[in-house]
């Protein structure tokens, strides 16, 4: 009998334990799985592959590209790389399917700028026939990839996304242990020895020993006894087992938050309370602030302002422009102070996904006696950030501290809103305090080292005897189209802004002149004396700090930058 069990377990052990070992090895599923873009699908200048194409839980994500010639590579937040496209003709890599990566084309723009170089992108690659990259993306939130070869010509299509096989061999391991075990009960049963019959005696007295032993009373508190099973090497004891009381506080079962209504709206709500993510990673803001500080420099050392204007535009060109020309005349004038990207004390960036977008890091190297503010702005998606304005700190001032991990609210100039004043209307007075400083906002500012200065200066001017046959006008006017704002943890904002400043001399009667002699502006004119007067203007750079509504503080002037820009005759 042993025998006609021991053969068949060894069979049928030996076909489980081929059966797992077969599912390891030469039957296992592959280790990847790829998906490609379906072949002949249209191509536009620029190809984007939505998140929708990343496999769903799977870390390990391999896009490969392949192409004809060279193509960039780019990532980007998606809202970033939707708006950098535009409404240019594309195709969209947006699922994976069954049959394979699903697409979307849609008609528009036949060319587009080379987005090789663009700010949005927190990453990029150019490659020259293929490229395999690993999706990773680099914060939370929704990435795309972009694609594209030039702007001119079509961009790849040939893609295929890998990402490992979800697919599993479950039953590999069990049938290899039951087939295991199988082959041992097999074996173990040629060894057993088969019990032999007794003889009738010995049989008797067994049988009388037994009948006495059930004829002895049950002795109280007797030993208990359990059964046990033994199951592939795991033991279920059935003694001390017994049902869980609810008496037991660890056996009622805890409740489940997500059925708590509550919970789900407390949830949602702290979801929304979340502050936006900034526009700029930090490692894209240390990107373009060696950008910018490189094409500077570039200029600075050159004095050469069309070199500056790729990375350099509003009150920042418009004070180098000016002092370029001005040391090209009068070489007793200053060089502007250098623009340094580290290292970076702290920054104000923008989380607004709409343009144009305002970023403000505060640096100081060791060529700068103090910090300063670079006020980068990005006009529209496929602009890079250009340096609207440096401005250096005054002493004794502050900069507001902020949280570098959120983004900060863009404030509409215009408007007053939850401050104190307007942006806009904040730079009009600054204006109106330097030009009036006896005026209508002669209580709106806390004292500074800025309009100190400069009210100082236009006092002595006007108090200084040698003027006294000239009427001498200052007039500081605020540049409408230069003015930025950001919002600050304490309800108020920075405000960045810029100012012209006419400072006038016209003699006040027939034989009346003014002198130039030996002054900057007889470099710029050319003459020693004038009898028609002389315009000299300035531009000033200037940052304000500007309270909520409600609030016993008055504006703050935390930096300004001052330049002169031209002398003329009149």
Not at 400 to 411: I, L, R
Not at 543 to 556: F, H, K, L, Q, T
Request: net charge negative.
């Amino acid at each position: 009998m042993r025998l006609k069990i021991a053969v068949p377990a060894l069979v049928i052990g030996a076909l489980l334990m081929l059966l797992g070992i077969g599912q390891l090895t030469f039957w296992s599923p592959p280790e990847t799985v790829t998906a490609s873009v379906p072949a002949g699908s249209e191509a536009g200048p620029v190809t984007v592959i939505d998140a929708g194409a990343k496999a769903p839980d799977a870390d390990d994500v391999d896009i490969t590209v392949r192409s004809e010639g060279t193509f960039t590579l780019a990532v980007g937040r998606a809202g970033d790389v939707d708006a950098w496209v535009g409404d240019a003709a594309h195709l969209r890599v947006t699922a994976i399917a069954e049959e394979g990566l699903e697409t979307r084309f849609t008609e528009g723009e036949e060319t587009v700028p080379n987005p090789s170089g663009s700010d949005l992108w927190t990453s990029e690659e150019t490659a020259d026939g293929s490229v395999t990259y690993r999706w990773l993306d680099p914060a939370e939130g929704d990435w795309s990839i972009l694609l594209a070869a030039d702007g001119e010509n079509p961009a790849p299509t040939d893609i295929s996304v890998t990402w490992p096989n979800e697919a599993t061999t479950g039953w590999a391991v069990p049938l290899i242990v039951i087939g295991a075990l199988a082959i041992v009960l097999g074996i173990a049963l040629f060894f057993v020895t088969p019990k032999r019959n007794r003889p009738a005696a010995e049989g008797s007295r067994a049988h009388q020993r037994r009948m006495e032993t059930r004829k002895k009373p049950k002795r109280a508190g007797g030993a208990s006894f359990g059964v046990a099973v033994v199951v592939a090497g795991l033991t279920v004891s059935g003694a001390g087992l017994a049902h869980a009381s609810t008496s037991d506080p660890s056996s009622v079962p805890s409740p489940d938050p997500s059925s708590d209504p509550s919970s789900t709206a407390s949830a949602t709500s702290e979801a929304a309370d979340e502050p936006a993510p900034p526009v700029l990673l930090e490692s894209q803001l240390e990107r373009i602030l060696a950008s910018v500080a490189t094409v500077v420099a570039e200029g600075d050392a050159a004095s050469d302002a069309e070199l500056l204007e790729p990375r350099v535009a509003e009150a920042a060109l418009a004070l180098r422009t000016a002092n370029y020309d001005v040391r090209s005349q009068a070489s007793d004038v200053p060089e502007p102070t250098p623009v340094a990207a580290e290292p970076v004390l702290t920054t104000m960036v923008s989380s607004e996904t709409s343009w144009p977008r305002t970023v403000v890091a505060l640096t100081q190297s060791d060529e700068n006696p103090v910090p300063h503010a670079l006020v980068l702005v990005q006009a529209d998606p496929r602009s890079n950030y250009q340096l609207s304005a440096a401005i250096q700190m005054l002493p004794g001032t502050t900069f507001p501290a902020s949280d570098g991990a959120a983004g900060v609210a863009e404030v509409p100039v215009d408007v007053a809103g939850e401050l104190a004043l307007a942006p806009q209307d904040a730079m009009d007075a600054i204006a109106d305090f330097l030009s009036e400083p006896d005026g209508d906002n002669a209580e709106t500012f806390e004292a500074n080292s800025f309009a100190d200065a400069i009210t100082s200066f236009q006092a002595d001017v006007v108090a200084d005897p040698g003027n006294d046959s000239a009427d001498i006008t200052f007039v500081h006017e605020s540049e409408q189209d230069f003015a930025h704002a950001l919002s600050t943890s304490d309800g108020g904002a920075m405000v960045f802004g810029y100012l012209n400043h006419t400072y006038s001399s016209v003699p006040r009667g027939a034989g009346d002149s003014i002198d130039l002699d030996g002054t900057v502006y007889e470099s710029l004119t050319g003459e020693t004396s004038t009898d028609e007067g002389i315009d000299v203007r300035y531009g000033e750079a200037v940052m304000m700090y500007v309270p909520p509504a409600g609030s016993d503080e008055r504006i703050r002037v935390i930096g300004a930058a001052q330049q002169l820009l031209s002398a003329e005759l009149r």
